[in-house]
């Protein structure tokens, strides 16, 4: 099957592994997954509902939607369900149908695939490597008075680059849009990992924004991809549009009761945030100590960005990791983005011991 390589994404495990690799088994740099792996708390939940598989599974996801409510202080009924935090991309375009899509990039593709899927028109906002990539919400809103964009997509922080917008900037920008007639997503799906994630997230105030959709992913922060569990928060109305739209069973049952069991283990949430704010600069530092490596942009939750100096190095490297059982993120598939830049997930201190080890041998150094 021939696939697009801009939609292409890390975390392709089922490839046959090298030779090198440890005991047959990829070690994954290349999808951004909580490197503390599942809790204890939610293989039990997934063991303890293996046998409820004979029922199908809460369509209203009752048990589900209260801790949500109660985890992220946010009213039930603005909350709307998601097979992942991709499907609720898609859902959106399908829904809304806006005629054209403003995406400031590089960014998540699933944001351009769901909104091209829909029949839209995209256009890019390019993010310049001389201002760190930073968002600047002026020049957005006048590329969308240029372009007539109905909507806007937004990572926060954003994937690849791991750049961040404040609460406030992105309450005014989504009032500011919306007297513009367009609409605002803004995806927070790694803000979870981040301590001061008060300081950024809109999920208390995307309830009353008109025209905002707030996308999360409980994939990535509490480990577990393969359930395929997200949800948004958006008005009440918008929520019940969204969810008319839907398959009705979209969450199955073992990511609804690993969903409860996540949430309610604080433990394992405050674990996780103290082990990536105290190892991703670790890592960073780390990595801005290979000669070959040009920048690296400061990570900002479990992640980081870098270029290389010599962008010709890329493919070889990739593939020399690779050989290696090693995975990471080629990111000239991000569309804004040119060769020789890559994206490292931040994995345990052995791993990412291993990966700088592996690196060093690839390049000779």
Known sequence: MIKNKRFVHGGNVYEPPAAGSDGGKWLDFSANINPLGLSASVKDAIAAHIGGLV?????????????????YETPEDTFVLGNGAAELFYLFFEVERPKRVLLPVPSFSEYER???ASGADVEY?????????????EALLENVRETKAEAVVLGNPNNPTGTLLSREE?????????????SLV?????????????????RREAGRLPHCLLV???TKFFAMPGLRLGFGVCMPALAAKLDAHKDVWNVNLLAQAAGVAALGDRDYQE???AFVAETAPKFAAAVKELPNVATVLPPSANFLMLRLKE???????????????ILIRDCATFAGLSEGWLRLAVRKEEENERLLAAWKKETHL
Not at 125 to 137: N, P
Not at 173 to 180: F, G, V
Not at 311 to 325: D, K, P, S, T, V
């Open 55 to 71: 029922h199908y599974p809460d369509p209203e996801a009752r048990e589900l939607r209260a801790a949500l409510a109660g985890a």
């Open 114 to 116: 769901a909104a091209l």
């Open 125 to 137: 906002f390019l993010l310049r490597e001389r201002s760190g990539f930073a968002i600047d919400c």
């Open 170 to 182: 992105l309450v005014r920008l989504s009032e500011r849009l919306t007297a513009l007639g367009c």
């Open 186 to 202: 803004v995806d927070e799906s790694f803000l979870d990992f981040r301590r001061d994630e008060a300081e950024h997230t809109i």
């Open 216 to 218: 999360r992913s409980m």
């Open 271 to 273: 674990k996780s945030r």
């Open 311 to 325: 962008a010709g190095q890329a493919e070889g490297l990739i593939e020399g990791l690779r050989q290696n059982g």
